[in-house]
């Protein structure tokens, strides 16, 4: 039940908006019969071929570890070009595009959504239009300020407040669909191709407003790790598709009815004592939506980090139930300024739709590059039929794209600019950790020569030293950096590597790894986490009881190393980027607090390194 919400909420809510902008704006069809039923017809096919036969037929085929979305498809893909470097490039460079232009749309989804219901208080009381933009904008700040709390219990009304949505969806469509009946001749594909063939011009324009009405497909895939295959495939079977078409058709036969509704469609399918109900109900629903939005762009900001294409963000869980509910604050807050900018600027539903659509468009196209690369490079021989499907899907989101590009003036440019910052900064922070690294093991000791070359000469000290190290072959930099300052060692010295999986999740039973170089003395251990896991060092630290290894609180210290790129000498390419990456390493919050570590127990050795 709870899937109704979170999944379908963007696509479940498509139809306040989606139909009505063919036929509005500068760019809007005239108002007859034909593109009435080419609009629909271009609509219901839309969804057969890009969500139930993409995304419900082909994408939750292709998980990693069940989770998926655009970055867990880029790291299964990742793993499996390992060996193929030029490739891999190219799979990296996929992801990151797609993931860039998620946060786009991210921030869009909650303006259009919220407005657009809110819009409806103008339709039940003209006197009321000047409160939409108000209300809006209070409504957004409410849902940004409690995601810190955590939605558990909120949510536990998304489902049945969803489910309501989809049932009045299609009772408000089916009574108008039975004034007007021949609507449905648009189930004909004949009525799109048709008027694809005669009007080739007027059609590509038009498809950019189609496209809202399967802007929330992406979500499917990207959520499945929360409710699994078969609970997302059921709902959009058995309720979802039916409902929003059955609405789509409703509001196409009351406009064939009256011109004068296509105003606002969605609103005027209710007789005017249902209306401001029908407002509240609507605006639940696209919270509801922008919350599952919001929850996306925290996941995919925790993804990047263990992916290494972003510094170590602290995530807060606000449930210890469910995996999935978690806080970034600074991606809330910079997400709630962009929000609260849209609808101050954009005013309108219709105004923002015009910016709508290019980003996800551009991630759709992406998803099936990387589906279509990963079906090739499995074991088992591709089917000619699935790589022919996916062929012409990518054929029709491209063209979807080439249509939505034409409103980048219009508006379009906004998630193209969101995408571009946010691409830069996980490259440059990605390529500036690649160089430090590879500096670091220029001068790397291995781990085996620990013993030989600091025997019992060097003096010890009492306690327990924890060198976090990224490399669990070498000695890490902070242990020769603190014995060339102090020229001591502690009586126990233990290397600790954190180390990501490609998985989604490790279970405590795997999580631990231990390797004796002197025992009671030296030791190189690991803990393994998932990219969706949430790293606890001191929590993991006790499951090193299993291999005999106990650490009293008091008398253990954890060094931690920072290496940093000094300022450039010579002015070149790199320098803005050696300059953007400094800045994030400044803002950037402290690796103690990441991994969970007690301040007063850390201390910090850096270098600075010059290229």
């Known amino acids: ?293 919001i929850s996306g762009a925290f996941s995919l900001t925790q993804q990047a980090t263990r992916l290494g294409y972003l510094p170590r963000i602290p995530t807060l869980h606000t449930s210890s139930m469910e995996r999935g509910q978690i806080y970034i604050a600074q991606v809330n807050w910079t997400m709630l300024a962009l929000v609260i900018m849209l609808v101050l600027e954009f005013k309108t539903s219709s105004a923002i739709a015009s910016a709508y659509g290019i980003a996800v468009s551009g991630t759709m196209v992406l998803t099936t590059v990387l589906v279509g690369i990963v079906i090739c490079l499995l074991p088992k021989r591709p089917n000619p039929m699935l790589l022919a499907t996916l062929g012409l899907i990518g054929l029709v989101e491209l063209v979807f794209f080439a249509s939505n590009a034409t409103k980048i003036l219009d508006g379009g440019w906004f998630p193209l600019l969101c995408g571009l910052i946010l691409f830069t900064l996980l490259t440059t922070w990605k390529r500036a950790e690649t160089v430090l690294t590879a500096h670091d093991a220029q001068g790397a000791v291995p781990v085996k020569d620990f013993c030989r070359m600091f025997g019992a000469d060097i003096p010890r000290v009492r306690g327990t030293a924890v060198y976090m190290s990224p490399d669990p072959n070498t000695i890490p930099t902070a242990l020769l950096h603190n014995l060339k300052h102090y020229k001591v060692l502690h009586e126990r010295i233990v290397f600790l590597t954190v180390v990501t999986s490609e998985l989604a999740h490790v279970p405590d039973s795997g999580r631990t790894e231990v390797n004796v170089i002197e025992r009671g003395r030296v030791y190189q251990t690991a803990l393994h986490f998932g990219f969706m896991d949430e790293i606890d060092v001191p929590r993991g630290m006790l499951l090193f009881s299993r291999h005999g290894l106990e650490f009293e609180d008091m008398d253990t210290t954890f060094f931690l190393g920072k290496s940093t790129l000094a300022r450039s000498l010579r002015p070149g390419l790199f320098t803005w980027r050696r300059e953007l990456f400094r800045w994030m390493q400044r803002n950037a919050p402290a690796t103690a607090e990441y991994f969970k570590l007690r301040p007063e127990r850390v201390i910090e050795l850096g270098t600075r390194v010059a290229i």
Do not use: C
Request: glycine fraction near 12%; charge should be neutral; hydrophobic fraction near 55%.
């Open 1 to 293: 039940m709870t899937a109704m919400g979170i999944v379908y909420g963007d696509i479940g809510t498509s139809p306040l908006y989606a139909f009505k902008e063919a036929f509005n704006g500068s760019h809007g069809l005239p108002l007859n019969e034909a593109n009435v039923l080419a609009v629909l017809s271009m609509m219901f096919w839309s969804l057969m071929l890009i969500v139930s036969i993409k995304y419900v037929g082909i994408m939750l085929r292709y998980d990693n570890g069940g989770e998926g979305g655009i970055l867990a498809l880029l790291g299964r893909a990742e793993r499996m070009t390992r060996h193929r470097p030029r490739l891999a490039k190219t799979v990296a460079l996929l992801g990151i595009v797609g993931a860039s232009l998620f946060y786009g749309d991210a921030v869009i989804t909650p303006a259009i959504s919220v407005l657009s219901a809110v819009e409806g208080l103008s339709v039940a009381t003209p006197a009321l239009e000047h409160l939409v933009v108000p209300v809006t904008v209070g409504i957004l700040i409410a849902l940004f300020v409690i995601q810190r709390q955590g939605t558990g219990s909120v949510g536990k009304l998304f489902g049945p407040i969803a489910i309501v949505w989809f049932i009045s969806l299609a009772i408000l469509g089916g009574i108008s669909i039975g004034q007007t009946p021949a609507v449905l001749a648009a189930l004909d594909p004949r009525h799109a191709l048709g008027f694809a063939v005669h009007s080739p011009g007027l059609t590509f324009i038009v498809l950019g407003a189609v496209f809202l009405a399967i802007t929330g497909g992406e979500a499917l895939y990207a959520d499945m790790g929360h409710f699994g295959p078969i609970p997302i495939r059921l709902a959009w079977a058995g309720l979802v598709f039916p409902s929003i078409m059955i609405n789509y058709f409703g509001q196409g036969a009351l406009a064939l009815r009256d011109a004068e509704a296509i105003k606002n469609p969605f609103y005027l399918l209710a007789t005017p004592e249902l209306l401001l109900p029908l407002v509240a109900l609507a605006t639940a629903a696209t919270i509801i939506a922008s919350q599952a939005t």
